[in-house]
């Protein structure tokens, strides 16, 4: 745990993209480790593919159920431009650990006022220090379900966090529906295996 | 019991913890997870849909003067359409204890306005509680129901989309057996006309009184003191907010919204050198505690416009001199950024009318719901869009001044005609309107995901329903012109609202195809791009499509050709009807040379 003894991470992806479940999970397991929680997320409109996120805090207790602005200990994001778009949330010294999926909305394709950024994890990566890519897309493809980025990237993130592998699987095998827990605690401890030394060299 | 939970769950778990036994609401973000929580969990609290705010209102007042512990949810602007019940059951009061949730959306994330409710709960003069975060949403509650009996009246509970949408951790309790109460009959006090309801407002004042005693003790309005020279006095999730950027300085935390207990506060304010209001949106506490004759600041350094945030509450405790450092960004944000709005699923039955909408040119009056979305780019078709119901009765008025040369369309959908579109249509009806309304019929309330409504057959608790029959109430109410038709059929379409526009009298359109996401997911056999016959001309990226992006090859001109998602493609066959080329063909079809 960092200063102030509490733990915020963002988390930010595509309508769609199980942001609100991997933030459930996080949030369930820090809970079970007997810290305080909060976390907060927006519905309703953001829902129909435009940018969904959800912050969530740890710690013995916490007030604000919204990260402080720029003061995010890591950043979860599981499309690249989004996670461009939320770094700025992020401590000099946080993790941001991005799934190299790219979503262009039809807005991008449909006229020329708008651009996708050419490559938003180099942007990334030239404005933090710890950032970890992962083609979390074509991992969650390879496993047999491309809705498995949000699981791997947790996998990731749980390096990061003090919280025994055992209270994660227990956590996931109560959020998640019986049939797919099997391919979603694989998708996890393949995100556990990849540890920040691994990355970006 | 210890549980993560939202605002939202958190009220439904306390009022199902205080015995309630009737619940009722029309969905709104952010309220929709109150009752549904409710229908899901806690099956012994009767729960309902009503059409709209108002009938919610009125089915949870019948449940309360019958002796029943009533809830009634909400969003912010629900409020203004069940004002009407809301200020005239404050003269009357209650006998089973009746709470209503009012969830606020300041900054606006799912809604047409911003409007502080706390006003409405001073407007009627009924008690109002402001839970600051999941736990006290589910103590609130009970506590509310508590004040409701004991002082006889309606108690408003107001949360915000923060507090109904953010998730901590909750220490639940046992439900319990609500007061045993019956009907009985006391026209004095339920029937108001007017030499009752002289009376009974006599009544309202002074039960007012009474509730301004009890602000004063009530320990929902607490001091924090941490030996600070500062004092601040806050509410709802400001208070975290402040809490969580400035500690160390003394707090006024105020539970009980209105009345104000303003002899406590005087006290707060004369034992500290300087008292800032930290509230959100509109000055509500602090023109309150001005008027009373004491001086604090806030607004000035805080705003009125939109979500505070521990950022903007950082800040403005740095503009007034309370704060030396604020945290700041330490990463550069990046400003060249696409925009990345919500759109019409792929798929979406809306889509072909808003094509059509586009290509005619005409004036299209809009209302609340998904179709919202026809407004954004490329479609942008949409020209108004107010409050539910708003479509039908502005197409009525703009076709009668002639104010498009085109004409006017209304579009409204199931749900909201059925919350209040038929009085629109009725009015078209008796006042011989030239206007045409599409009814988008995709048999859901939509855009709040997909709640039952009284023409899906099906009720809030999953029990089979009466089923309203929306062609048998347009014809009901008179109007001769009627037609169903395939959204997905764009030349159709197209004729279609031409010739109902150039019928006199009113025409109503029904496009019949389910929404493609519920109840059940929609995906037929998903179409491909041919990419040797695409040229490039872009007509498939301007039906804003999620399914169809730019591909990597180009026309001659340097502009891309289309590729399909065939994940997102549900098979509409849209793009396929206007692509010039006949380059977009069913997979199956598609043989690679």
């Known amino acids: ?201 | 019991m210890k549980e993560l939970l939202s605002g939202n769950e958190a009220v439904a778990r306390g009022a199902f913890e205080a015995g309630v036994k009737l619940a009722a609401g029309y969905p709104g973000t952010p309220s929709t997870e109150i009752l549904e929580t409710l229908a899901e969990q806690y099956r012994s609290v009767y729960s309902q849909w009503s059409p709209n705010e108002k009938v919610a209102f009125e089915v949870g007042i019948g449940a309360s003067i019958g002796g029943a512990r009533a809830l009634v949810t909400m969003k912010h602007v629900g409020l203004n359409v069940a004002a009407d019940p809301f200020m005239t059951f404050a003269y009357t009061g209650v006998n089973g204890g009746f709470v209503l949730v009012s969830a606020d959306d300041p900054e606006m994330h799912s809604s047409q306005n911003e409007q502080d409710n706390r006003y409405f709960a001073r407007f009627a003069q009924v008690p109002m509680l402001e839970p600051s975060d999941s736990q006290e949403a589910r103590d609130m509650t009970i506590v509310a129901y508590e004040l409701s009996e004991k002082f006889d009246t309606p108690v408003m509970l107001r949360l915000t989309t923060r507090i109904s949408h953010s998730k901590g951790v909750v220490e639940t309790g046992e439900p319990t057996e609500a007061p045993d109460r019956t009907f009985v009959k006391d026209p004095a006090k339920y029937v108001m006309v007017p030499a009752n309801a002289r009376v009974r407002h006599a009544v309202l004042a002074e039960r007012l009184e009474k509730l301004r005693e009890y602000t004063e003790q009530t320990p929902l309005n607490a001091v924090e003191n941490n030996g600070s020279r500062v004092g601040i006095i806050t509410g709802g999730v400001a208070y975290q907010y402040a809490k969580e950027v400035a500690p160390h300085l003394d707090y006024f935390k105020i539970g009980m919204g209105y009345p104000l207990p303003i002899r406590k506060i005087a006290d707060f304010i004369k034992s500290h050198d300087r008292v800032l209001v930290v509230e959100e949106l509109e000055p509500f506490y602090e023109d309150q505690i001005k008027a009373a004759g004491y001086n604090v600041t806030g607004k000035e350094y805080f705003g009125r416009l939109g979500e505070l945030s521990p950022h903007r509450v950082a800040e403005g405790l740095k503009k007034a001199g309370v704060l030396s450092e604020v945290a700041t960004a330490e990463i550069s944000r990046e400003e060249a950024m696409f925009p990345r709005p919500p759109v019409l699923c792929p798929g979406c039955p809306h889509r072909g009318v808003f094509m059509a909408l586009k290509k005619l040119g005409v004036a299209v009056t809009g209302d609340i719901g998904c179709y919202t979305l026809g407004v954004l780019p490329p479609l942008n078709a949409l020209d108004t869009c107010i409050c539910m119901g708003a479509s039908i009765g502005s197409a009525i008025g703009m076709e009668k001044v002639k104010g498009s040369e085109k004409g006017t369309v209304a579009i409204i959908g199931d749900s909201t005609f059925f919350h209040s579109g038929v009085t629109g249509l009725m009015d078209a009806v008796y006042n011989n309107s030239n206007v045409t309304v599409i009814i988008v019929d995709n048999r859901a309330t939509a855009m709040t995901g997909g709640q039952q409504h009284p023409g899906t057959g099906r009720t809030l608790m999953g029990d089979e329903a009466g089923l309203v029959d929306i062609a048998a109430v347009v014809r009901g109410l008179g109007v001769r012109n009627y037609r169903e038709l395939d959204p997905y059929d764009y030349e159709n379409v197209l004729s279609t609202i031409k010739e109902e526009m150039a019928r006199s009298g009113p025409s109503v359109i029904r496009t019949t195809r389910p929404c493609v996401l519920m109840p059940k997911r929609i995906m037929d056999e998903p179409y491909v791009v041919d990419l040797e016959l695409c040229n490039g001309c872009s007509a498939c990226f301007r039906i804003s499509c999620p399914a169809i992006a730019a591909s990597k090859e180009t026309n001659p001109r340097g502009h891309p050709k289309a590729v399909i998602d065939e994940t997102l493609c549900t098979g509409c066959t849209l793009c396929a009807q206007i692509c010039p080329t006949e380059a977009i063909v069913l997979k199956s079809k598609f043989v690679k040379v």
Not at chain 1, 2 to 24: N, P
Not at chain 1, 59 to 82: M, N, R
Not at chain 1, 126 to 140: L, M, N, Q, T
């Open chain 1, 1 to 201: 745990m960092t200063d102030k003894d509490r733990y915020s991470v963002l988390i930010v992806g595509v309508g769609g993209q199980g942001v609100l479940l991997a933030s459930e999970i996080l949030s369930q397991v820090a809970m079970n480790a007997g810290l305080d929680v909060k976390k907060s997320e927006v519905h309703g409109m953001a829902q129909r593919g435009g940018v969904v996120s959800s912050h969530v805090r740890l710690g013995p207790k916490v007030c604000s159920p919204t990260i402080e602005y720029g003061q995010a200990d890591a950043v979860l994001a599981f499309e690249q431009a989004e996670g461009l778009r939320a770094i700025d949330w992020m401590k000099k010294d946080g993790v941001a650990i991005v799934s190299t999926t790219t979503l262009v909305p039809a807005i991008v394709t449909s006229s020329k006022q708008f651009k996708y950024p050419e490559d938003p994890v180099a942007e990334m990566k030239k404005k933090a220090e710890h950032v970890i890519d992962v083609p979390a897309d074509k991992i969650a493809g390879e496993l047999g379900n491309p809705r498995l980025v949000n699981t791997i990237l947790l996998g990731i993130l749980s390096n990061h966090l003090p919280f025994e592998e055992a209270l994660w699987v227990e956590t996931i095998k109560s959020k998640i529906k019986a049939k797919l827990v099997e391919i979603n605690l694989a998708a996890f401890k393949r995100g556990r295996e990849i540890k920040l030394t691994s990355v970006g060299a």
